[in-house]
């Protein structure tokens, strides 16, 4: 998604950016040269400086996933042998066969996450 008069700048383009400053030549003659602002040159340089890269890497976001692709399988397999199964008997069969503790939050964000959603349990009023 390009916002404003953003347009992207292939990683190549930035290495040669360094490169041509690490030979002398300066930000206006680089931005010159390339096409490019003053700012966004400065930023690529900066950036290298900081990091020893001219491109930035994503942060990890959130905290690592607690169950493995196995112990989600796992879970999957149990809800399609028992659809009724409850959060708690999940997390009790993960405690004893996956030997892992993890939350009924975490057993339901998961199912979710994969497609699986709970069952709502309502009562049929039968009025003659």
């Not at 493995?68 to 997390?91: M, N």
Request: net charge positive; hydrophobic share 40%.
């Amino acid at each position: 998604m390009m916002h404003g008069n953003q347009r992207h700048i292939p990683d190549a383009a930035k290495q040669q950016w360094f490169v041509m400053s690490t030979h002398g030549m300066t930000l206006k003659a680089i931005a010159q040269v390339t096409g490019s602002s003053h700012q966004t040159v400065n930023r690529v340089l900066r950036l290298s400086q900081l990091t020893g890269s001219v491109v930035r890497k994503p942060l990890e976001s959130g905290r690592p996933c607690l169950l493995t692709a196995q112990d989600v399988a796992y879970l999957i397999s149990c809800v399609e042998l028992t659809p009724d199964i409850f959060l708690s008997e999940l997390q009790s069969a993960l405690r004893e066969v996956r030997d892992i503790e993890v939350s009924l939050a975490t057993i339901e964000q998961t199912l979710h996450r994969h497609g699986l959603t709970h069952k709502h349990v309502c009562k049929i009023c039968l009025c003659m």
